[in-house]
């Protein structure tokens, strides 16, 4: 199994913005479609993003589309997500997850698909 851990929240101000990380350890990230989502607080977790295991496909909810931008480096066993004019509203708590079983062009956003997920990285935005 694949082991994931995030990094690159923190604390910005509206207009601002970050880059999240997420690094995979235990198995080649290739093996995965994989995506980001978040959870405010009193919130059910939603999508935000995802990527195909290979040939760059990608897929944003509407809430970031044209704000965020996923990418992954298969050598580096990284994905990551650039996170540009944040707004208050992204504040949330950001979870990288691993879908094992998507085929190879496939996108995923649905949560109960993905098979591996990161402790989570929290993002504050404030206004």
């Known amino acids: 199994q694949v082991q994931l851990v995030e990094s690159g929240g923190g604390l910005v101000q509206a207009g601002g913005s970050l880059r999240l990380s997420c690094v995979a350890s235990g198995r080649t990230l290739s093996t995965y479609a994989m995506g980001w989502f978040r959870q405010a607080p009193g919130k059910e977790r939603e999508f935000v993003a995802t990527i195909a295991k290979i040939g760059g496909r990608t897929y944003y909810a509407d809430s970031v589309k044209g704000r965020f931008t996923i990418s992954r480096d298969n050598a580096k066993n990284t994905v990551s997500l650039q996170m540009n004019s944040l707004k208050p509203e992204d504040t949330a708590v950001y979870y990288c997850?691993?879908?094992?079983?998507?085929?190879?062009?496939?996108?995923?956003?649905?949560?109960?698909?993905?098979?591996?997920w990161g402790q989570g990285t929290q993002v504050t935005v404030s206004s």
């Open positions: 997850a691993a879908d094992e079983g998507a085929g190879l062009f496939v996108i995923t956003t649905r949560a109960n698909e993905y098979d591996y």
